[in-house]
């Protein structure tokens, strides 16, 4: 085992992270938060653990405890981290981490998702963490990578494997193992974790991303609307702004017109240029599909 780490949340109380380096830990997970992007899901001790780390130099990575039960509460959970993410430093080193389980059964009360449905709430997350710049992987059990995300979809991704026992079992790859949450620290009782595949490299450290990939992300919705956006783009809001019009009138101008002719059909039209009648009717605020006119001129692309 290469080096010996614990994973720590509010959970854990206010930590002692002097007792916690003397006593020879090299690493720390830190829990962002749980569910949905909203700031009383924020774990109330994550700020002060991250603070407590940078200033006794041991290197952390963070993770998100999931409830999603959809891809729309998935992307809910990335505007989540992303925000938090923020606040990191130059310890950040052990990725983020998407933790994956049901530990109060709250999947099982508000209707468990099928295995392909976690899979793909696992692999949105990740694929947007990624795409911010981040590495990421996913924590769950051993019994839930083996039986609800046991899926080659996941397989790009790290894994974080709990197994609470004197080896780790686990198939693929991996980076860490959770061995136990009994693990005792001046008194106190802790997850722990041996790092087994040292990936602690330069690709896990947040890149700064171009003006034009935030635009796009904004485009997406990625960074919310109003204050939300300006407090996720920072500094960069008005120069990303702006990008975001300049794309969005592009797009405007590069709209295609047809001449409505005589004893045409909106759903004649629509085959022509492969697209839809509601399409049609959303784009030019077309009131009655039935009633177009000779020499109407409208969108069609």
Avoid at 36 to 62: A, H, K, M, T, W
Avoid at 158 to 179: E, L, R
Avoid at 245 to 262: F, H
């Amino acid at each position: 085992m290469s080096k010996k780490g614990i994973d720590v949340s509010s959970n854990n109380g206010a930590v002692i992270w002097e007792c916690v380096k003397n006593a020879g830990y090299e690493f720390a997970i830190i829990r962002l938060g749980y569910g949905n992007d909203e700031s009383r899901q924020d774990d109330s001790q994550f700020i002060r653990n991250v603070n407590e780390c940078e200033r006794l130099g041991i290197p952390y990575g963070v993770y998100l405890y999931s409830y999603a039960l959809n891809l729309s509460e998935a992307m809910s959970e990335v505007s989540h981290a992303l925000r938090l993410l923020k606040h990191i430093g130059s310890n950040f080193k052990y990725g983020v981490w998407f933790d994956m389980e049901d530990a109060d059964n709250y999947k099982k009360r508000h209707g468990m998702p099928s295995n392909d449905m976690l899979v793909n709430i696992c692999y949105t997350f990740c694929e947007n963490i990624e795409k911010a710049g981040y590495y990421t992987g996913i924590y769950a059990s051993l019994s839930w990578l083996n039986n609800q995300l046991n899926n080659s979809k996941l397989d790009r991704f790290d894994k974080w494997v709990a197994q609470w026992n004197t080896k780790c079992t686990y198939n693929k790859i991996y980076s860490i193992w959770q061995h136990t949450d009994k693990e005792y620290i001046g008194g106190n009782k802790f997850d722990a974790d041996y790092l087994i595949r040292d990936f602690a490299t330069g690709t896990v450290v947040k890149k700064e991303k171009s003006v034009d990939e935030l635009a796009q992300e904004v485009i997406n919705g990625l960074h919310g609307n109003g204050e939300a956006r300006k407090q996720s783009l920072g500094s960069k809001y008005k120069e990303v702004q702006n990008r975001v019009n300049q794309l969005i009138a592009s797009k405007k101008t590069s709209a295609v017109y047809y001449t409505i002719q005589r004893g045409d059909t909106l759903s004649g039209i629509a085959k022509k240029y492969s697209t839809t009648v509601n399409q049609l009717v959303n784009w030019n605020n077309i009131v009655n599909p039935n009633l177009i006119y000779p020499n109407q001129r409208i969108r069609v692309k």
